[in-house]
């Protein structure tokens, strides 16, 4: 059931056809005796059509896909809807409470994808979700931000050799969409081997509603709903073509000390350019940080302290192909 035409079940419990229903799944009890539940909202739409899931706050600190996708919800109007939206906009409720990325043992949950009934707090996690959002889904998208101190400008990645994938990262109309493999244990790689489609969507810094990014992710997120053929009308592209990348990198620090950025966020620098410079406190020069690679800006450090060898500017390096 990856397609659905009827009522649907989740875990058993119905969604009639153009209703939402929100649900809790249990993800277990926290040392205090504290129930924790993963919130959950299905939106089951008045015609057939695919099965969505939307994802957030996998990285528990990265929690501006929860305001993303909340704002999408308040959009579906599920009398209009072709298809059903599994929506989870706080899928590490662990670490969501913390304002961690993690789980409380310090487990990444986006390396514990597909997971085990009987393994680790993440690994547990995974598999609930796995067997409860991602089987009966045909499609995902999973949002992120960037980790600890760092900030992404709003872009999609997946797999965009297979077409289907490639046409619904560029239905979103981001700047830059980026093809990558997924890593081992995350929950793209699992959903890829259970022959789901995944894209993620990531923008903006951990603990921080991004303006830009969650302007960017909503109109996006409707235009993949578009592209599915779950709703009729998503607001219009932006006048920009999107850029692919194939291959990014990271300018690291080549010493430690204090950086100012001389770039921003979607500029494309060419090879050798200035991206910023690292001086002492008292020093009135410093050594210059310069791109390595021509691209597009599309993350860098907010944290001006920065020690050798820090990622400090990450470039994608556009595809001549695109
Ligand atoms: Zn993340």
Known sequence: MTGSSGPFLFRGERVDVGERRQFELPAGRLASGTFLNVPIEVVCGARPGPVVWLSGAIHGDEIVGVEIIRQVLDRLDPGQLAGTVIAAPVVNVFGFVMESRYLPDRRDLNRSFPGSRSGSLASRLARLFMDEVVAPSAFGLDFHAGSDDRTNL??????????????????????????????????????????????????????????????????????????????KRAPAPPHRKTLISRSTRWVRAPRGGIFRLATRLGAVVGQGQRLGVITDPVAKDGTEVRARVGGVVLGHTVNPLVNPGDGIVHIAELDDRS
Do not use: Q, Y
Not at 202 to 219: C, D, K, Y
Not at 220 to 226: D, P, Q
């Open 154 to 231: 709003p872009h999609v990645r997946g797999n965009l050799d297979d077409p289907e994938t490639r046409r619904l990262a560029l239905s979103f109309g981001v700047p830059v969409a980026v093809h990558n493999k997924p890593a081992t244990g995350t929950l793209r790689a699992a959903a890829l081997k259970r022959g789901k489609r995944v894209l993620l969507f990531e923008g903006g810094e951990p603990r921080r509603f991004s303006e830009e990014t969650v302007a960017t992710g909503i109109p996006g997120t409707l235009r993949f709903l578009r592209a599915l053929g779950m709703m």
